[in-house]
C-alpha cells in the first residue's frame, strides 16, 4: 500500500482546501480509505473515511458540516474537502488505509498509529 498527501497549506479561518491521497499498489475497494490529524501536542484524531467494501462513510463531530470525503474511481485518489476552516484545524493530516470491513470504525476513539498504513502527512495552518 502506498499513500501520498498534498493540498496542504496555510489559509486564514473561514477559507477552504482540498487535500488529496493518491493511492497505489492496493485495491480501494477492500480497503477502508480516510483521514486522522495531529495537532502539534496532542494524540492522533480520525477525521473522516470512507469504506467501498461496507457502504460506510464516517465523520468525526469536529468536521461535521464543514469537511465532505470523496474518491476518485479513476485517479485513485482520496480527497477531503475541507469548508469553514477553523485555527483548531490546524494540524497535519495523514491519509490512512485499512483492509476489510468495518475498518471505518477504527477511525473514531483511539488511533493505533501502528495499525493500517500511513502516508507521509501533509500540513494545514490556519490562522484567525
Not at 8 to 30: E, I, P, T, W, Y
Not at 67 to 79: C, E, M, Q
Not at 90 to 100: K, L, N, P, Q, S
Request: charged content about 20%.
Amino acid at each position: 500500500v502506498q499513500l501520498v498527501e498534498s493540498g496542504g497549506a496555510s489559509v486564514q479561518s473561514g477559507g477552504s482546501l482540498r487535500l488529496s491521497c493518491a493511492g497505489s499498489r492496493f485495491h480501494f475497494d477492500d480497503y477502508g480509505i480516510g483521514w486522522v490529524r495531529q495537532a502539534p501536542g496532542k494524540d492522533r484524531e480520525g477525521v473522516a473515511c470512507i469504506s467501498r467494501s461496507d457502504g460506510t462513510t464516517y465523520y468525526a463531530d469536529a468536521g461535521k458540516g464543514r469537511f465532505s470525503i470523496s474518491i476518485d474511481n479513476v485517479k485513485t485518489t482520496l480527497y477531503l474537502h475541507m469548508n469553514w476552516l477553523k485555527p483548531e484545524d490546524t494540524a497535519v493530516y495523514y491519509c490512512r488505509a485499512i483492509e476489510g470491513i468495518d475498518s471505518c470504525m477504527l477511525f473514531s476513539g483511539h488511533i493505533d498509529p501502528d495499525f493500517g498504513s500511513w502516508g507521509q502527512g501533509t500540513k494545514v495552518t490556519v490562522s484567525a
